[in-house]
């Protein structure tokens, strides 16, 4: 036993055992986080950053945007940030091809973007029922679509798409919401079949109550009540969604296609 602690004492001690030098999980990625500003997306920046990806934020708030690059900037890691609408195909395909032209690749797609324009189907319009689609639906498509042309030129390639436990049952008031988050579990498991054979996988987060800054700004007594609805009794945290958006992406997860992780503490249980 005496000799069994002096070797394993020497093998930590070794120079060729070094903890500051192990390789980071994302080291050199070049990972695209839309809605990557504020909340999850800010997270999952920070995150990814964290871990040696240079994060690309797209974004609408330019400065959100910018601000959440200079605090990763600042702690030494890689950031830039693009204002880019999702929903527009065009400001895509033009930010896509001057992250190749600068970066040569993206390894890495988070399709978090999203919004919510509730209201009971007698009184939601037609704006808000596409505005929803706009973003949250075709957005995934438009960048999907063009960031993975490069992925499958490089053999390689991670796509997280944003859904939600809703998708899975329903929510009142978010007919245009759910529609959307049902659908991106769709074409994840249909990207991942067409995908999956040119060495990218594409796989889903579907978030429950998450503690985001909007969320914070609700009335306690809810904040009560979504917390007594979830197993685990708290909300979850941005940080949370962003050790799973890590997960997907890293070389752990290489044999993980298809696949809709629930990260809600146990709410669809």
Do not use: H
């Not at 950031?79 to 091809?97: C, G, L, P, S, W």
């Not at 600068?102 to 399709?111: F, P, W």
């Not at 859904?163 to 929510?171: C, D, F, I």
Request: glycine residues 10%; charged residues 20%; proline residues 2%.
């Amino acid at each position: 036993m005496k000799n069994t602690i002096i070797i394993s004492l020497k093998m930590i001690s070794d120079e060729n055992f070094n903890l500051k030098s192990m390789k980071k999980i994302l080291e050199n990625r070049i990972a695209v986080i839309t809605g990557g500003a504020d909340g999850i997306g800010k997270a999952t920046a920070l995150r990814f950053a964290s871990e040696g990806a240079t994060a690309l934020i797209w974004d609408w708030n330019e400065e959100k945007g910018t601000e959440t690059v200079g605090q990763i900037l600042n702690e030494g890691g890689k950031a830039a940030f693009y204002k880019v609408n999702t929903a527009d195909f065009k400001t895509v395909e033009e930010t896509t091809q001057t992250i190749i032209a600068q970066y040569g690749q993206i390894d890495i797609l988070i399709n978090n973007a999203g919004i919510t324009r509730d209201a009971s189907l007698k009184k939601m319009t037609p704006e808000l029922w596409q505005q929803v689609i706009d973003v949250n639906l075709t957005g995934v498509f438009n960048c999907s679509k063009v960031i993975s042309d490069y992925m499958v030129e490089k053999g390689y390639g991670r796509i997280v798409n944003a859904s939600s436990v809703v998708a899975l049952y329903g929510n009142f008031g978010q007919t245009n919401y759910v529609a959307t988050k049902a659908g991106v579990i769709g074409m994840t498991k249909t990207l991942a079949r067409e995908l999956g054979r040119k060495g990218i996988t594409v796989n889903a987060i579907a978030p429950g109550f998450i503690s985001t800054e909007m969320v914070k700004k609700m009335p306690e007594e809810v904040l009560k009540g979504m917390e007594e609805k979830v197993p685990v009794k708290r909300l979850g945290k941005p940080e949370d969604i962003a050790a799973a958006y890590l997960f997907l992406c890293s070389d752990d997860a290489s044999y993980i296609n298809g696949a809709v992780l629930s990260v809600d503490g146990g709410m669809t249980i």
